[in-house]
């Protein structure tokens, strides 16, 4: 079994060294853009990209190790099939290799699914390769393929031939065990998340986090992911009869309510609370007792009743408060950098017109994507897992609340004023661990779920508490809201007490305490609400619906899996998209108003699609 093993992890390892290879042909080819990066930058493109190509390494020799188990008596067919296998899997990789050289220079992103696109519009296709080099890059293709077929072919020589006789048993035990182990490098390891683009990203610098990326398993995810596709699921009437009555729904005065008591820059602290549900806090008619901090400083501040979340999850969330971008029913664009890339940025404004900014989180800003999201958003510093202690973590997620908020309280003490921070907790989330005595008994979900928001809430308290101590207090504006809501607790009520999410506007710059906001308003109308406060641009931010706006149109929308809920005040309608039913109606909604719901679906899914 040893040598069959040896030929495996040769194999392997030959892969993992020609992804390297071709990682410095695109640097070379790109010789531009790799000298604008520092020289230790190219360095770290290649450590960072060398877990995406194991993972892809892993995928390739899967087959190999299922089948070489067989081998116990007769190698000659494993010997004509790893011929063919390395000449079609040589072949695909090295077409998408070369390819994408040029495909990078015309598009600014590594080639994905996308392309098959262009397979019904062959003279787009052509038109995107420009003046590409084509006689040049037939060449480089074919220097490689002989190369790499080459090196292949050496390696099954030089070990195949050689395969001892073996007990047949042991042989299929052996290599079906190792077949299954290899899902840790497929992977990427034994963390939390599973290997994705945040995985490769590392850097503010694009060009040194596409260099990163392993470009076989960037196309064979979109493609699964079928970001290619254009055709919008969701469409019930002509695009531009959508986009009318979605653009109906927005007001354009600019007669705008002031809650700030000076012009001056301010800076902005963001806390996305974990799950954090309207049903827990008893002042919007939830639960007693949950969270008390929140309620205390609900009196000194504006508290938004009336909020509800894009989406029913944190990658969701995030879009919505920072891009003030809706959710989409069957997919999450965080996942797609290429489309995030598009997207406006609260924290990208902010740092265009001159705030440092920061982003905190405890646990790994890899998970569902998110990390290259984060480096694309312009801030200039993240801070997650890798900055704290192990002795800080739960089992699972991350580092405590309490620890990432007082490291937070350090940290402002020495930024650069105006700042625009964001800090995103994680301790209400499964499998609500605190590092506290408990104070909400039980041990099912709900109330582990529950006594995990009384900690984020009294660790939240604490910051503010000493954050007023603080010389930048008085010249800060600090907002609290939830990613998403939640299932739990389960009181009875409707779908939308799930999306249902509370505000709270806190600092030394507001004009007024101890006010309440009741219209009706959706988690992605922050963005365009905060920066027109600050007098900062907002005009990109189309899908935000500044809630302090005079004559807006107050409505909220809201996706989940397949389905949407559309909310007026006078009512609203939850919507299965596959079925096309009603599975929920409340209030006087007429009918033109429920039309509205799926033209804003159809709208903001083809922008998605466009992207």
């Not at 290799?97 to 397979?119: C, K, M, N, Q």
């Not at 003279?123 to 090196?151: D, H």
């Not at 009318?244 to 000076?262: C, G, W």
């Not at 827990?280 to 909020?307: C, R, W």
Request: net charge positive; aromatic share 16%; charged share 15%.
């Amino acid at each position: 079994m040893r040598k069959r093993f040896q030929f495996i992890a040769l194999y392997g390892i030959a892969w993992i060294v020609l992804f390297q290879f071709f990682r410095i042909i695109f640097l070379i080819y790109h010789y531009k853009k790799a000298l604008e990066l520092q020289g230790f930058m190219w360095a770290q493109s290649t450590w960072h990209g060398l877990r995406m190509d194991i993972s892809f390494s892993g995928y390739i020799i899967l087959l190999p190790t299922l089948l070489i188990a067989f081998t116990a008596k007769r190698w000659k067919w494993y010997y004509k099939f790893m011929s063919v296998y390395s000449a079609v899997v040589s072949l695909f990789i090295l077409l998408l290799t070369v390819t994408d050289l040029e495909l990078f220079r015309a598009w600014g992103f590594r080639i994905d699914g996308t392309s098959l696109h262009y397979l019904k519009t062959p003279k787009e296709a052509w038109a995107s390769m420009g003046t590409a080099p084509v006689f040049f890059l037939l060449s480089l293709f074919l220097f490689l393929y002989i190369l790499v077929f080459q090196l292949l072919k050496t390696i099954q020589k030089r070990s195949i031939p050689f395969f001892p006789k073996s007990v047949f048993i042991y042989t299929i035990a052996f290599f079906i065990l190792l077949a299954g182990s290899l899902v840790i490098p497929i992977r990427g390891g034994l963390q939390l998340a599973p290997m994705n683009e945040s995985t490769v990203f590392f850097s503010d610098k694009s060009f040194a986090n596409y260099a990163a990326v392993n470009v076989p398993w960037n196309y064979m995810r979109s493609v699964l992911n079928e970001s290619y596709s254009k055709k919008n699921p969701f469409s019930y009437f002509d695009e531009k009869t959508a986009d009318n009555k979605v653009a109906a729904l927005y007001s354009h005065s600019n007669e705008i309510i002031k809650v700030i008591n000076t012009e001056k820059p301010v800076n902005v602290l963001v806390i996305i609370w974990e799950s954090f549900t309207a049903k827990v806090v008893s002042g919007l008619g939830g639960v007693k007792g949950i969270t008390p901090q929140f309620e205390a400083l609900s009196k000194d501040g504006i508290l938004f009743t009336n909020m509800y979340a894009s989406g029913n999850r944190s990658d969701k969330g995030m879009v919505a408060i920072l891009s003030g971008y809706p959710a989409q029913p069957t997919t999450s664009i965080i996942k797609i950098p290429n489309k995030t890339i598009s997207l406006p940025s609260v924290p990208k404004t902010f740092h265009e017109n001159g705030f440092s900014t920061s982003f905190y989180y405890g646990g790994e800003t890899e998970f569902a994507n998110m990390k290259s999201y984060f480096l694309q958003q312009g801030f200039d510093k993240l801070t997650d897992e890798s900055a704290f202690s192990s002795a800080d973590m739960n089992s699972k997620w991350g580092a405590h609340d309490h620890v990432v908020l007082n490291r937070l309280l350090t940290d402002l003490d020495y930024q650069k004023q105006p700042f625009f921070t964001t800090l995103f907790t994680l301790s209400s989330h499964e499998p609500f661990e605190v590092p506290v005595k408990t104070v909400i008994n039980g041990n099912d979900p709900e109330h582990l779920f529950l006594n995990a928001l009384h900690y984020s809430d009294a660790s939240i308290g604490d910051f503010i508490k000493t954050a007023k101590t603080k010389s930048w207090w008085n010249n800060t504006l600090i907002i609290i809201l939830a990613d998403h809501g939640h299932p739990l607790p389960e009181i009875s009520g409707s779908k939308p007490t799930e999306f249902h999410i509370p505000m709270l506007w806190l600092g030394g710059v507001l004009k007024e305490k101890n006010i309440r906001i009741d219209t009706l308003c959706s988690q992605t109308d922050l963005a365009s609400t905060l920066l027109d406060q600050l007098n900062l641009p907002s005009e990109s931010f189309k899908w935000s619906n500044n809630i302090f706006r005079k004559n807006r149109v107050p409505f909220a929308y809201f996706a989940f899996n397949n389905g949407l809920g559309w909310m007026k005040p006078n009512g609203f309608i939850i919507r299965d998209n596959i079925g096309g039913n009603i599975t929920e109606q409340k209030g006087g909604l007429i009918l033109n108003e429920t039309e509205l719901g799926k033209a804003y679906l159809q709208s903001s899914f083809n922008d998605y699609l466009k992207r």
